[in-house]
């Protein structure tokens, strides 16, 4: 097995593109984006996306290749990158992926769980408990139902609330009694690398990032997806709490601080969530490249000759 997936993980506005670039071009090989975020050629301010100059620098798959009109799910990515993988392995002993959605890197790296079929009425029906009720109430159901995923679950969103709770009402079992199961077989090594800073410094990075946003023209592109506010896609960060000021119920000031407090919010989560993958690699967000490109080296050959 002497293929290798160099995975860059990290909180948001840490530097991920920039070094997974780097990494690409040194190694001559290419990027997968495991950014869940980055998928909807719609959205690009608020997600972030590549600039085109980032994207003529190394070639990069899986960015804005799908409409916020389609269902897209993690599973759905794991079996096109798995393939996308294979394909690129053919002529790369290395690639790289990078992004901060960490089910989705997760997806890539071990292997989804598996989870039984429930029936289409249960979700319908908490969709329209979501409408009717709001999302408080489906968090509650979950509490009540499995605290022990409720504990460690984004609770604000939506679409993983109702995921979870379909499986609890559709086979009686907490859905927690179903993840943590034995990894998937990958016919890849993978290095995980990960980019920190302390805490005060990323959360100014985010606040630069978000008035950058409103400058490059966040507010506009909200206002052109506001008629698709209901797509999985739109409930995040940058756009929910956009749509709730063009409702009239906010402030531009009070939306714009908000969506600052969520990202910070997020960006906790998604360090608690890669702090948990005990082999990651950690750099300081100022990383020396050459100290960086060494240490990786080092990996290679442990993998190569395993």
């Known amino acids: 097995m002497n293929k290798t997936l160099i ?16 990494l690409a071009q040194h190694y001559k090989t290419e990027i997968i984006s495991a950014d869940s975020r980055q998928f909807f050629k719609e959205m690009s301010i608020g997600t972030a996306v590549p600039n085109t100059d980032e994207l003529n620098q190394a070639t990069h798959h899986f960015i804005q290749h799908k409409s916020i009109t389609e269902q897209y799910t993690v599973g759905d990515f794991e079996r096109e ?45 908490l ?3 979501l409408k009717e009720r709001g999302l408080r109430s489906l968090q509650y159901k979950l509490k009540e139902l499995d605290p022990a995923y409720y504990s460690k679950v984004d609770i ?5 609330v109702i995921r979870a709770l379909e499986v609890c009402m559709g086979s009686g079992k907490p859905y927690s009694s179903f993840i943590d199961k034995p990894k998937a077989i990958r016919e890849f090594k993978v290095i995980t690398v990960g980019l920190k800073a302390e805490r005060p410094l990323i959360y100014n990075r985010i606040n630069e990032r978000v008035d950058l946003m409103m400058e490059t023209g966040l507010i506009e592109e909200a206002k052109n997806l506001l008629t698709f506010r209901s797509y999985n896609a739109l409930q995040t ?38 702090l948990r993958n005990k082999n990651t690699i950690w750099f300081d967000y100022d990383y020396e490249e050459e100290t960086l490109l060494l240490e990786i080296n080092k990996e290679l050959p442990k993998l190569t000759h395993d």
Do not use: C, H
């Not at 990158?81 to 997806?107: E, H, P, R, T, W």
């Not at 956009?242 to 990202?263: H, P, R, V």
């Open 81 to 125: 990158a798995i393939q996308k993988l294979s394909l690129l392995f053919k002529s790369n002993d290395i690639v790289i992926m990078v992004g901060g959605s960490g089910l989705y890197v997760n997806a890539i790296t071990d292997g989804l769980n598996t989870f039984p079929t429930i029936a289409p009425k249960i979700r319908d029906g």
């Open 156 to 160: 604000q969103n939506p679409q993983r």
């Open 7 to 22: 995975s860059v993980t990290g909180p948001t506005a840490i530097g991920k593109t920039k070094l997974a670039i780097l």
């Open 127 to 129: 969709n329209l408990d």
């Open 237 to 274: 960060v940058g756009y929910k709490e956009l749509f709730t000021y063009f409702d009239g119920e906010w402030t531009l000031d009070f939306a714009l601080s908000e969506i600052k407090k969520n990202t910070r919010r997020f960006a906790k989560r998604q360090l608690t969530w890669f």
